[in-house]
């Protein structure tokens, strides 16, 4: 058995948490997110699920990393024996969600490319959808893969691998350390553009007028509540694997905190930039914004490029800084969706942490090649659908009833972060996550999947059949494996550390 692996300093760990955070959720999610639901009026909702619940689990899976001090499974194993298999859901969960992430980055990486020169031409969807993704017309006749997707992914594939390999502090954290402030201040170039271009303040006034009608519609609540959670890399295992590389004396609440409202701060000013792009080109092209919004990979593929096209100058730079901000952003996010099943696999099967980024990596390549075929962008869609609302959420939920009510480590979580921290975290902290929040959640899951299967996702754009397998189902294997998972033995090594542990009553 290796060390365990540390971070190099605090102000590290801080950098690769909020550089898992910061990704293409914030850039090309949040912004459609926030529009779908009702504009201004979703920051209520918003802000609610953010308080009441992201924060509260964002701490309560830093206490558990950092007081376990294991991979997902292994932490949640040393709560409870009972526990271990919502660790490995959560490992599967981060697995599935990396083999279409690294997809989007490579999409982004070819779009750095073909910026130069503005080289998707006028019809900027037809570009995206006919000659980049090569779309097919039926969902469950492949056609091959679509190399000009393939080798950018393989490329995004390389550095990401080439980063993991090099371990926790060489690797992750000096990859955010580089990258974060990199990105803070392209983002503020771009957002700086963006609300001096003529017809920005329409745009703002369509993100921020409040369509209060919306805030009944339990639909806007999961959104909310999916958007925060996958946007602090919550439910996936991540900030666990993450907090257990920290020092046995390291603040917990108060990094908690910084990267939550960082990663808030960023997506904010993020939204506020695509809004503000997205003026320009209506007023450019004479219509509302309305017309002019898209939703999902839309937004950035097709509408971006024409917002770029429209630009008075530089079009090329601009086109390069956007997409390069979507790779870079995408970037430490991708490596930190890898880290828990890297350090749970590590442990488990008792290898090396090289081997097992050997492992990981390459069977992440391999499943992400279903996504460069030309049915890629349906079969991306609906995996990132299921696997965002009865993956991380339903996940999130299941862990905080087990330890709030099943194994009752509420308590000692909170001392643990207590001991450590200069903020004290009150009574508040168990009071959200043992009754508002499960009650909130169980609430929008239970009304989301009604709704989900009186109206099937993507209206009646997939077939039954997809939904069934890639959706459901999917989810379902999920589970299952996560349950199989935990049926396989420890190595001695990490049994007899268990002894160690309990005798000295940890
Ligand atoms: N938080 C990152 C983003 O917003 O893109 C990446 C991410 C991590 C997404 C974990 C989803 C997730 F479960």
Not at 383 to 395: A, P, T, Y
Not at 397 to 409: D, E, H, S, T
Request: with cysteine; aromatic share 14%.
């Amino acid at each position: 058995m290796e060390q365990k692996e540390q971070w190099g300093s605090r102000s590290g760990f801080i950098l690769a948490a909020v550089g898992s955070a910061i990704g293409l959720g914030n850039i090309w999610r949040y912004p459609y997110v926030v529009y779908e639901n009702g504009g201004g009026a979703f920051l209520l909702p918003y802000l609610i699920a953010l308080f009441t619940a992201a924060i509260p689990i964002l701490l309560m899976e830093y206490a558990i990393g950092h007081k376990k001090r294991g991979s997902a499974p292994l932490s949640y194993k040393r709560l409870s024996d009972r526990f271990e298999w919502i660790g490995w859901w959560q490992v599967l969960v981060s697995f599935v969600i990396i083999t279409y992430y690294m997809v989007i980055i490579g999409w982004a990486a070819s779009y750095t490319y073909f910026s130069m020169g503005t080289q998707w031409g006028d019809d900027t969807q037809s570009f995206f959808l006919s000659q980049y993704l090569n779309v097919g017309e039926d969902f469950w006749s492949f056609g091959g893969i679509q190399w000009q997707i393939l080798i950018p992914v393989i490329l995004v594939w390389a550095l990401v691998y080439w980063v993991l390999h090099r371990g926790v502090n060489r690797g992750i954290e000096l990859a955010s350390k580089i990258l974060m402030p990199l990105l803070i201040v392209l983002l503020i170039i771009f957002t700086i553009r963006a609300i001096t271009l003529p017809g920005a303040m329409d745009g703002l006034d369509v993100l921020f007028t409040p369509d209060f009608s919306k805030m009944l519609n339990t639909d806007v609540w999961f959104a909310a509540y999916g958007q925060v959670f996958f946007s602090l890399s919550l439910g996936a295992g991540i900030m666990i694997t993450y907090s257990s590389y920290l020092k046995k004396k390291s603040d917990l609440a108060n990094s908690g905190m910084i990267a939550g409202l960082a990663n808030s701060g960023f997506e904010f000013l993020a939204a506020i930039a695509v809004f503000g792009a997205l003026g320009f080109l209506a007023v450019q092209q004479n219509v509302a914004v309305t017309e002019v919004v898209s939703s999902g990979p839309m937004l950035a593929f097709v509408v971006f490029p024409n917002i770029i096209n429209a630009f008075p100058s530089l079009n090329s730079l601009f086109g390069v800084l956007f997409f390069g901000t979507l790779v870079f952003a995408g970037f430490t996010s991708a490596v930190s969706l890898l880290e828990p099943g890297i350090s749970a696999f590590k442990e488990k099967m008792n290898i090396s942490r090289k081997a097992a980024v050997n492992w990981i990596c390459g069977l992440g390549l391999l499943v992400s090649i279903a996504y460069t075929t030309r049915s890629g962008l349906s079969l991306l869609d609906i995996v990132d659908n299921f696997v965002n609302k009865f993956g991380i959420l339903f996940s999130a939920l299941v862990a905080m009833i087990l330890i709030g009510w099943v194994g009752k480590q509420l308590n000692p979580l909170r001392d643990h972060i207590n001991s450590v921290s200069d903020i004290q975290v009150g009574k508040w902290w168990i009071v959200m996550l043992k009754f508002i929040s499960p009650l909130i959640l169980s609430y929008i899951l239970i009304s989301g999947t009604i709704s989900e299967i009186n109206e099937p996702y993507g209206d009646g754009g997939y077939p039954i059949s997809a939904l069934s397998i890639f959706g459901y189902g999917l989810v379902i294997a999920l589970i299952i494996g996560a349950f199989l998972l935990q049926m396989k033995k420890w190595p001695p090594i990490q049994s007899s550390d268990e002894k160690e542990r309990h005798k000295h009553g940890a």
